[in-house]
């Protein structure tokens, strides 16, 4: 399995942008496509954006569409979450998954099971 490690959360006012990455262990990055989740107080875990291997195809939720862009460096190891126009409803933990199959349902969503997880790193917006 690939080690996630994310970075990048904080306190940001209503408007403002974030960049999460998330670094992953190991020489097979290309090979896992990578998605962000999120999970609010009290809710459960959501889908936000999630990327092909090579980077070629990207899904996001209604939700974000418009306003974050998911992105990977596979020199790096590193995928990219840049969260513009943040609104107090994004306000979350973000979580990092890594998972070999393109997991995007052929009646919309993407499955939040199984793959990789990182631990989660605090973003919150204020209104």
């Known amino acids: 399995q690939v080690q996630l490690v994310e970075s990048g959360g904080g306190w940001v006012q209503a408007g403002g942008s974030l960049r999460l990455s998330c670094a992953a262990s190991?020489?097979?990055?290309?090979?896992?496509?990578m998605a962000w989740f999120r999970q609010a107080p009290g809710k459960d875990r959501e889908f936000v954006a999630a990327i092909s291997w090579s980077g070629g195809s990207t899904y996001y939720a209604d939700s974000v569409k418009g306003r974050f862009t998911i992105s990977r460096d596979n020199a790096k190891n590193t995928v990219y979450l840049q969260m513009n126009s943040l609104k107090p409803e994004d306000t979350a933990v973000y979580y990092c998954?890594?998972?070999?199959?393109?997991?995007?349902?052929?009646?919309?969503?993407?499955?939040?099971?199984?793959?990789?997880w990182g631990q989660g790193t605090q973003v919150t917006v204020s209104s």
């Open positions: 998954n890594a998972d070999r199959n393109w997991k995007a349902q052929s009646g919309g969503g993407y499955q939040g099971s199984g793959g990789s």
């Open positions: 190991g020489r097979t990055f290309s090979s896992y496509c």
